[in-house]
C-alpha cells in the first residue's frame, strides 16, 4: 500500500518504555489467565480471536459486553508526541499513516452525512500498558477499547501475523487497524451500546451471534476503508487482506486450538465470512451496505 507520502496522525499516544503499568497480569473477564471453569482449548481460542482483529478480550469472555460507559478524552492531542511516536520505527510510521487515512476517509463519509467525525486515539505499548477497559498485554494483541474510545497496539503482533498465522504485508497490517476503527464507528454511531442491550437479553449461543454480525461489520467497514483509498491499493495487496481474514476465521482457529469446528461458540466469524464482508465493503464502499444486522445470511 502506498502512503509514504501520507501525513501521520496527531491522535496516537505512546506507553513504550512503561511497561508493567498495569501490573499483575491481564485479567480477562475476571478470570486470570490459565484459570476459572473455562477449559484451555476454549480460552486458547478465546485468546487467539482477541489477538487477531478483537475487541477488548474481557468483552469476548463475558459474551461482548462491557461494564464501562463509553466515554471520550477530553486531553486534546499532542503532536509533538504523536510524531515521536510515529517515528520510532517503520513499522509505527505505517500504523500512523494508515490511522490518518482512516481518518481522513471517516471524516468525508460522515461530513456526506451532515455529521462531525471524532477519531480514536492509538496507543502503541510494548509488552503491558494500560487501557480503560484494564491492562493491554502482547499476549492478546491490538483491540479498541469503548470506555476511553482508544486502539491498543503492541507493533510486535504483525510479525506474530506474519509468522505464526501466515498472513504477511502491509495491507494486512492495514486492514488489523481499519477492522478496530470499524469498532469505533459502531461506538460512536451507537451500534455498540444497542447490541450489547441485546446480548443481555438473550442466552449465550444468541449473544455469540450477534458478536459475529458486530465483528463481521467491522471487517466490512474495514473494507470501505480500502475502497476509499483504492488509489493507493497496489496489484497484490487485496489477497494480503483477505488472506488475514481468513487466517483468522473462527473456524481455522478453533481447528488449529482443538481440532474441530464448534460454530455455535463462534464470535468473530468463519474464515469465508470474514473474507466475505471485507470484499463486500471493499467493492461497495458504502458503510451503508455493511449492515450485517439486517442481512438473512451473514
Keep these: ?13 505512546d506507553q513504550r518504555g512503561q511497561g508493567g503499568r498495569g501490573g499483575g497480569g491481564i485479567r480477562m473477564g475476571g478470570l486470570p489467565i490459565g ?34 460507559v463509553p466515554q471520550q478524552s477530553a486531553q486534546p492531542a499532542d503532536p509533538t ?15 500512523c499513516q494508515v490511522l490518518a487515512s482512516t481518518e481522513d476517509s471517516w471524516a468525508d463519509i460522515f461530513r456526506a452525512q451532515g455529521a462531525a467525525y471524532t477519531p480514536p486515539r492509538f496507543v ?8 480503560g477497559c484494564g491492562t493491554a498485554n502482547a499476549a492478546v494483541g491490538p483491540f479498541y477499547c469503548p470506555a476511553d474510545q482508544r486502539i491498543y497496539l503492541d507493533t510486535s503482533f504483525f510479525d506474530e501475523l506474519h509468522r505464526r498465522f501466515g498472513a504477511p504485508g502491509d495491507f494486512a497490517q492495514a486492514y488489523v487497524i481499519a477492522h478496530e476503527v470499524g469498532h469505533h464507528i459502531q461506538t460512536v454511531t451507537g451500534i455498540s451500546e444497542q447490541v ?7 442466552g449465550e449461543r444468541e449473544g455469540n451471534a450477534l458478536q459475529v454480525r458486530m465483528e463481521l461489520q467491522a471487517d466490512c467497514y474495514a473494507g470501505v476503508w480500502g475502497a476509499r483509498n483504492r488509489d493507493r491499493v497496489e496489484a497484490g495487496d487485496l489477497e494480503e487482506a483477505l488472506g488475514a481474514a481468513q487466517a483468522i476465521g473462527d473456524d481455522t482457529l478453533q481447528r488449529q486450538a482443538q481440532g474441530r469446528v464448534v460454530p455455535d461458540s463462534f464470535t468473530h466469524g468463519s474464515a469465508e465470512q470474514r473474507m466475505r464482508w471485507f470484499k463486500h465493503g471493499f467493492d461497495t464502499g458504502d458503510p451503508a451496505q455493511c449492515d450485517t444486522f439486517a442481512a438473512n445470511r451473514v
Excluded: H, W
Design 1 to 13: 500500500m502506498r502512503l509514504d507520502d501520507y501525513r501521520t496522525s496527531d491522535n496516537v499516544e
Design 35 to 68: 484459570g476459572g471453569k473455562m477449559g484451555i482449548g476454549m480460552l486458547a481460542i478465546i485468546v487467539i480471536g482477541a489477538m487477531l482483529l478483537g475487541v477488548d478480550p474481557s468483552a469476548l469472555l463475558n459474551g461482548g459486553m462491557t461494564s464501562q
Design 81 to 95: 508526541s504523536a510524531a515521536t511516536a510515529c517515528n520510532v520505527d517503520e513499522i509505527s510510521r505505517f500504523s
Design 124 to 131: 502503541f505499548y510494548s509488552g503491558t500498558g494500560m487501557s
Design 196 to 202: 450489547r442491550r441485546q446480548q443481555a437479553r438473550v
